[in-house]
């Protein structure tokens, strides 16, 4: 039965050719199920109730394909694209499945293989563009080290930027108005990832020489893994306007890059990352596409693939939903409200400096014990979180 929460394209869910495509093979074991197409994964989201498909160069044409081959590939996906109304917002360049890049893409210490990598990106954008897509995503799978006797970490970082900057420079040069996305990932696949986190990537970003045209792609499962808060590193994106793109998806803290379906682990996690993401807590909210990097469990048959991409996109939609009541909640407005209420005649001291502004601070008498001892209703504000999670409070 229909109901508020099935997706429809006005949501802008998007979903990776890699991802509803993943077979199920893991490093232990072989795949499970058929590989669904990139023409039948785009009539499947469709039907699903997408908004549209990302996708790697590779994930459509295979590596070292001849140019015949890649326009007949392109020209019937791209006939699919048009029959099902769906839409490509982001490319991306497959940089490490190939074994010429085991030391590296824009990292390698061979000079060679990373022009090699930039070529193979200019193509991936070319693709890109040629699909429609505005935001180009980057992940650099074999961006790492097993051993610092290899390189100095400052040269990686050298000829990444490098890259980075040739690829900005060529794109503006091409009158393409695209957007660069990093995403970081900590532990997995080389020993030691360069720029592991997206507060890493945020730093890098103000490195480059376009850097107006270069945020992140921060995903749930790389924050969570080695423990950090996908909440925190959203939050910080989107404060400095870098939040071009992001990958949803569930993982257990501690883990392998685990990419299960979105909103199945971590559920107040999942929730504080949608209200933000929905903006209910008050600021402007994300319009960008909403895109799930995950995939459907090894136990799974291709029923079960799409039964993984309806969850995520009902999830986020259900999430979305206690957000908003969450936030409209009086009980919960009446806290925040009295929490910010209590600071206000001292929120001015300190929000701009001046020599006046520092002897008015400086003379301030605070009575420390008496500001100490109050209590914030933070447990009574989660305790309701949770209840309106729950569905025992609405
Ligand atoms: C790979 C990786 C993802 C990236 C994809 C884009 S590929 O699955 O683990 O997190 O977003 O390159
Ligand atoms: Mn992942
Ligand atoms: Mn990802």
Redesign the pocket.
Known sequence: MPDAFDPTPADRFTFGLWTVGNPGADPFGGRVRERISPVEIVAGLAKCGAYGVNLHDNDLIPFGAPAAERDRIVKEFKKALREHGMKVPMATTNLFSHAIFRDGAFTSADARVRAFAVQKAMRAIELGVELGAKTIVF?GGREGCETEAAKDARDALKWNRECMNFLCAWSKDQGWKLRFAL?A?PNEPRSEIYLATTGHMLHFIETLDHSEMVGV?P?VA?ENMPGLSMVHAVAQSMECGKLFHI?LNGQKIGRYDQDLRFGSEDLKGAFFLVRLLEGTGGYPAYTGPLHF?AHAYRTEDVAGVWDFARGCMRSYKILAAKAKAFDADREVRQILADNRKLGASHAKAITRFSKAAAMRLLAESFDAEALAARGHRYERLDQIAFEVLTGVRR
Do not use: C, G, R
């Open positions: 992940w995403e990932k792609n995903e790389h990958d990097d």
